[in-house]
């Protein structure tokens, strides 16, 4: 990239505005789309996981497990067992995981509304918040028990934090129908 010229003000001149390659940016929101399709796919099964209430799936040429309920619960009692963090390890043991009925069904919902808001692209940058919300304090709690480096954070976080900030408008998504009556601002 050329340096700014300076004029006799000594105020960088940046020129003209640079334009984005029609192509490029076509690329990157194909990417875009395809990243949050996937990553409410993720959401959307494990909050049916929940539902359903079976976290082992066999199909003959593929088995594999999400995350049910249990499942969940027991995370959630692993990390906050496990946290320095004392303050969010005595909400999970005093408050959630006592009334995990409530919060069990809560996380499912939550789930299920994560991942049909990024799947289908409804306030995907919303939904994206929402899911970073849900776990993000597990993350935090497990932060420091030598867990594989990149499971929360390239599984996760990172997806769920460029899905906030970037909009992935217009490709293959049902607000795309109503797009010139919303704003193009967070968190459509």
């Known amino acids: 990239m050329s340096s700014p010229l300076r004029n006799g003000t000594g105020r960088a001149e940046t020129g003209s505005p640079r334009t984005v390659d029609p192509a490029s940016a076509e690329l990157m929101a194909k990417a875009f789309t395809a990243l949050r399709v996937f990553t409410g796919l993720v959401w959307l099964t494990n909050g049916l996981a929940k539902v359903i209430g079976r976290a082992s799936y066999d199909l003959g040429f593929l088995s594999f497990n999400l995350v049910d309920r249990g499942v969940a619960e027991e995370i959630a009692r692993d990390a906050s067992s496990k946290t320095y963090i004392a303050p969010l390890g005595a909400f999970y043991r005093d408050v959630v995981l006592p009334n ?89």
Do not use: C
């Not at 480096?149 to 998504?173: H, I, N, S």
């Open 100 to 188: 995990y009925g409530f919060f069990g069904w809560f996380l499912t919902l939550a789930e299920l509304a994560v991942g049909l808001g990024l799947l289908l692209g409804v306030l995907p940058r919303a939904a994206a918040l929402g899911g970073l919300l849900l776990i993000g304090p597990v993350w935090l709690m497990l932060l420091h028990t030598n867990l594989y480096l990149w499971q929360y954070p390239a599984e996760d976080l990172f997806p769920l934090v460029l899905l906030t900030v970037v909009p992935t408008w217009g490709r293959f998504d049902l607000a795309q129908r109503i797009r010139g009556r919303l704003p193009r601002r967070w968190p459509f």
